[in-house]
């Protein structure tokens, strides 16, 4: 079974500073791969995806990841958060060409201070 | 509605009452998923809905967990004799389809077992 490792659990950072949070999967077979975001006080929702081509994937609000597939890989960057950044922040993946059970990761909390 | 609900919003019980939650999809969506969030954790497939059927109830933890979805649209999920582990935010969420669809969520429904 695949599985998804976030490795920073909590990270603070200054407005402006730059982010980049760590995905790591294990299936060694094609994947989609998904960020999701969780703003306070709300739902769920999605940040960005990777299916296949370019594996450098840009998302909403300035957001993009990197697929590097030899490191098995899908990073979560932006060059300058903002406040209105905090969230909470969820890697999943689903192997590709199966049903709809995605694997998330456990979680990122992103704390932007100003 | 415009967005997935999911009914109660919160709910505390007594140890070994059964409870059951409810999720209203988007309308046209034919895939349902249900995830449950524990404190700490990240978000755990329980059972997915294609229509009516569910072809991966692979994720739910035990025999007091069932789920049911009736006309293609809400569904229900029922914890019998509920124990202090089953506390959790339990999340629905729907898709237009299967697999490479965006999964939209609902806001959730917290589940608390004294």
């Known amino acids: 079974a695949q599985s998804v490792s976030q490795h920073n659990h909590h990270v603070i950072l200054s407005e402006a500073a730059s982010l980049e949070l760590g995905c790591n999967y294990s299936?060694?077979?094609?994947?989609?791969l998904f960020w999701y975001v969780q703003y306070p006080g709300q739902h769920l929702q999605l940040l960005l995806k990777y299916f296949s081509g370019d594996p450098l994937v840009k998302g909403i609000k300035g957001f993009e990841a990197e697929f590097i597939k030899s490191k098995f890989s899908f990073n979560l960057r932006k060059p300058s958060v903002q406040w209105s950044d905090t969230a909470e922040y969820f890697c999943a993946v689903n192997p590709a060409g199966t049903a709809s059970k995605l694997t998330f990761g456990t979680g990122t909390r992103l704390q932007v201070t100003l | 509605g415009a967005g997935v609900s999911q009914s109660p919003s919160n709910k505390v019980t007594e140890k070994g009452k059964d409870v059951e939650l409810r999720c209203d999809p988007i309308s046209g969506h034919t895939a349902l998923y249900w995830y449950r969030q524990s404190l700490g954790q990240g978000l755990e497939f329980l059972i997915y809905f294609q229509g009516n059927s569910a072809p991966d109830k692979s994720g739910l933890p035990s025999d007091r967990f069932s789920a049911e979805r009736t006309g293609g649209s809400v569904s229900t999920l029922t914890i019998q004799r509920t124990q202090q582990e089953d506390s959790a935010v339990y999340l629905c969420?729907?898709?237009?389809?299967?697999?490479?669809?965006?999964?939209?969520f609902g806001e959730g429904s917290r589940l608390t077992v004294l």
């Open positions: 969420a729907s898709s237009y389809g299967q697999g490479t669809w965006e999964l939209f």
């Open positions: 299936y060694g077979g094609t994947v989609n």
